[in-house]
């Protein structure tokens, strides 16, 4: 396998039904594909992680997988309904994803389907927009408000 392979396993109905959290955030009409993915990363404490937005709304899981290959920062998008139905349909089997690539493959019992992704780096990222706090007195943010009142 190359470098930048992932592979995990675990059960197929429990990662579908976390993914429903992600899937919330996920925009059903966009125009912008990316939109309608779910980033999985490998993260630096060798977790993996599924995110989800559209831009104004954004979640984020972690999975419940066996990580048996996959370094820090690999990982892919792909399409969140697509993914989330294969995974479901696992009927109570283990599961097995590989991605290999710009492909993801899931495998559960003898059944096997092969999608495409989308490049990690393309995902929106996520800020947090609360890291920097700016300090403010009681009366201009009260002048502030009333400005803004009806």
């Not at 990662?15 to 959290?21: F, G, S």
């Not at 996920?26 to 999985?40: H, R, V």
């Not at 993996?48 to 290959?69: F, I, K, M």
């Not at 399409?79 to 995974?87: I, R």
């Amino acid at each position: 396998m190359k470098k930048g392979t992932l592979i995990f396993s675990g059960d197929g109905k429990e990662i579908a039904a976390r993914l429903k959290h992600v899937s919330g955030s996920i925009s059903k009409a966009t125009t912008m594909p990316i939109l309608s993915c779910i980033a999985l990363e490998v993260t630096a404490d060798g977790q993996l992680t599924a995110r989800g937005t559209d831009l104004d709304v954004a979640s984020q899981v972690t999975l419940p997988v066996t990580l048996e290959q996959g370094m820090a920062g690999a990982g892919a998008c792909v399409a969140a309904d697509l993914f989330a139905a294969l995974l479901s349909r696992a009927n109570g089997d283990g599961v097995r994803v590989v991605l290999d690539g710009s492909i993801l493959t899931v495998e559960a019992g003898s059944r096997k389907a092969t999608v495409h992704t989308l490049p990690l780096s393309e995902f929106p990222g996520m800020k947090d927009e609360f890291e920097t706090w700016t300090p403010m007195s009681g009366a201009v943010l009260a002048a502030a408000i009333r400005g803004l009142a009806f």
